[in-house]
């Protein structure tokens, strides 16, 4: 008996292998390992797993980047090369060949289902392969690797770091950061990229975030503005009220031309003001900028700029106003500690309001009154006093601190206003 189970046994095991053997070299049981399952007992047969032949002459697609494209509730898909549809969509690549591996349509890339002709021309209105290939391209969903999204969302980061050192400058210097700082910056603050989005876009979302923890700010643009003769004073009060920095106005027989820097954001307001004022706005320079970059890390020296440093900008900046030829005599440029210890005298300036506070101011400048009053806001006790230059209809704004403080600029004044709230 021990002798015939054994014996049964080797049968069962020969039979399985042969027939294992023929199914990992994808062949059908040779005649002999048939033959010899079949004669066996019905016992013997039983025991034995049954195994189903799969056809293996589908063609497995590789290296693929699948389109996917859902319209009429049905989804449809294409296979393409990887790395070629961002290429294609950017518009660098022309050739759908290039692109495509195959222009057929699929119902399911991965199972090799093809799409019905009734459903592509229910979602499309055509049967063209070729045609509903660039409308799944245009408007589907790219299904990507960890790999490439990571590849993408640095290259988004680059073009983000680029465009903050092509249009921002720290405020003292006027001097663009360097593009390891400012990617240092970003990652500091854990600033998320969205590929999704403009690089501009992204530089301007970041950029509130990055001036909490450095000094930085958009560069100024600079604005040549050709008025008429009675329209001037508009576009000088224009600047001025906006932080800007008038450098010469050149005066023809019919009409003035204003040249002047001011914040980027100004420039829609601008515009409008210049055809209001039937003139012309030409762009003379997209960003101002100071020659060089800043070096160093964010330390406490680089975020902080002292007295002396400040002076040697300003000497350097009353030196090439020396050297410039314009139209109109230029103001000389003074540290703001000897602006306070200076005041101006009377023949610089005719006094148009004497020395209030701002709320006192009279209706006619209202305008100003109402722009002034953010001062009170920090701290209450600030003056304002209105004056006009001598042979010019520019009117100018200097302004007390409650401590008897002179500043020339809205802008200095509100800079010391909001450190003392501080």
């Known amino acids: 008996m021990n002798r015939a189970m054994r014996l049964m046994m080797s049968f069962v095991t020969v039979c399985t292998y042969k027939l294992g053997r023929d199914e990992r070299m994808n062949e059908r049981p040779s005649p002999r390992a048939l033959l010899s399952f079949t004669e066996a007992p019905e016992r013997v047969r039983s025991s034995v797993p049954v195994v189903m032949f799969v056809p293996v002459g589908i063609k497995k697609l590789t290296n693929v980047a699948v389109v996917r494209y859902k319209t009429h509730g049905v989804r449809f898909e294409i296979a393409c090369y990887k790395n070629t ?28 289902v093809f799409a019905k002709e009734e459903d592509l021309v229910e979602a499309f209105g055509t049967t063209d392969q070729e045609a509903i290939c660039k409308v799944i391209l245009a408007k589907g969903e790219l299904q990507v690797s960890e790999r490439e999204r990571k590849v993408e969302t640095e290259s988004a980061l680059r073009d983000a770091v680029t465009t903050l050192v092509e249009k921002c400058v720290n405020p003292a210097t006027k001097r663009p950061y360097p593009p390891g700082m400012i990617e240092s910056a970003l990652k500091d603050i854990h600033f998320s990229i969205d590929t999704k989005r403009s690089a501009k876009q992204q530089a301007l979302e970041a950029l509130p975030r990055l001036q ?18 009675d329209k001037e004073e508009k576009i000088v009060e224009f600047a001025r009220e906006n932080d800007g920095t008038v450098e010469s106005s050149d005066i023809s027989a019919n009409e003035a031309t204003v040249n002047f820097t001011v914040d980027p954001s100004q420039y829609r307001a601008l515009d409008k003001l210049a055809k209001q004022c039937k003139g012309r706005l030409e762009v003379v320079t997209l960003a101002v900028m100071e020659e060089g970059t800043m ?3 964010f330390d406490a020296d680089t975020m902080k700029v002292t007295s002396e440093g400040r002076d040697a900008e300003l000497q350097k900046a009353e030196e090439e106003l020396a050297s410039v030829q314009i139209s109109r005599p230029v103001t000389k440029l003074v540290s703001a500690q000897r602006r306070a210890e200076q005041p101006l005298s009377a023949a610089d300036a005719n006094i148009l309001v004497q020395r209030c506070s701002i709320s006192a101011l009279p209706e006619e400048h209202a305008s100003r009154r ?11 006790g600030w003056e304002v006093e209105l004056r006009a230059r001598e042979g010019s209809s520019i009117v100018d704004a200097v302004f007390y601190s409650p401590s008897g403080e002179l500043f020339r600029t809205f802008a200095e004044a509100r800079r010391s206003a909001m450190a003392a709230s501080k």
Do not use: C, W
């Not at 294609?88 to 195959?102: A, C, T």
């Open 295 to 297: 070096t160093g890390d």
């Open 85 to 112: 549809v961002l290429a294609y969509r950017r518009g660098h690549e022309k050739d759908l060949d290039n692109v495509l591996q195959s222009t057929q349509i699929y119902a399911n890339v991965s199972k090799g």
């Open 370 to 380: 109402d722009r002034f009053a953010d001062l009170d806001k920090y701290g209450e």
């Open 212 to 229: 909490e923890i450095f000094p930085i700010k958009r560069a100024e643009m600079r604005f040549a503005v050709a008025v008429p003769l």
